[in-house]
């Protein structure tokens, strides 16, 4: 009985929803602590039970795709905070669109070479360049300059854990912690999952990292299959 119900699709959407709800209240008990985010509990418990059954990636993935079909409207809804804020928006274009721009070229170049430097596999290089865009872009982007979309996924998280962790004590260090630069770093560096951090943060900090967010998206959509 068991072994069928592994089978099942919906079995491993179920699993993954309640392992993220399972990491909230984790998150909560822990005083909203930025070490333990409930994305990174969630995929520890996904993990930890495909591993533990023995569960094929190709097996999980027919209820992942469940889930995985819903991450683009999700990314729509984020124009929510970010009509609060447009206003203010309107008159920052300019710094707005030169900020994300910069910055994600620079973050994107980075770790590019450094890949090219580490590793030297030119499919894994390519895959590099989408890690500072959300998955469901990252995964379009990178089959279509010729990277791994499953190992684009990997990046993706790894980036936003990694960014939504060290962002704000960073700009909280050299005083750079203002709302709006605050939420522009976030979107830009960890996109949904600093997004989601930014959004703890404030209505201020949501918009703008959603804002950036967005625009990085558009940017590395437009250019990437370009220069690649």
Not at 53 to 71: I, N
Not at 108 to 113: F, I, K, L, R
Not at 190 to 195: E, F, L, R, S
Request: aromatic fraction near 6%; include cysteine; hydrophobic fraction near 55%.
């Amino acid at each position: 009985m068991i072994n069928d119900m592994l089978q099942l699709p919906l079995f491993w959407a179920t699993l993954t929803i309640g392992a993220f709800i399972l990491g909230q209240q984790v998150y909560r008990l822990s005083g909203n602590s930025a070490f333990i985010p409930p994305i990174l509990t969630g995929i520890a418990l996904v993990v930890t039970v495909v591993e533990v059954t023995g569960t094929p990636f190709s097996t999980y993935m027919q209820g992942g795709d469940y889930l995985h079909q819903m991450l683009g409207p999700v990314v729509v809804m984020l124009a929510v905070p970010m009509y609060q804020f447009l206003h203010s928006m309107r008159k920052q274009i300019v710094r707005i669109v030169l900020a994300v721009s910069l910055g994600s070229g620079v973050t994107v170049a980075v770790a590019a070479a450094l890949a090219h430097w580490l590793i030297g596999d030119a499919a894994i290089t390519t895959t590099m360049h989408t890690k500072s865009i959300t998955t469901p872009v990252a995964v379009a982007v990178s089959e279509q300059v010729g990277g791994i979309p499953a190992l684009a996924s990997v990046f993706v998280m790894i980036t936003g854990l990694l960014g939504a962790l060290m962002i704000p004590p960073l700009l909280k260090v050299t005083r750079l912690d203002q709302p709006q630069a605050l939420g522009l770093a976030l979107g830009t560096c960890a996109h949904a999952v600093g997004t989601g951090r930014a959004m703890e943060l404030g209505a201020q900090q949501s918009a703008y990292s959603a804002m950036a967010m967005t625009l990085t998206g558009t940017l590395h959509a437009v250019v990437l299959p370009l220069i690649l």
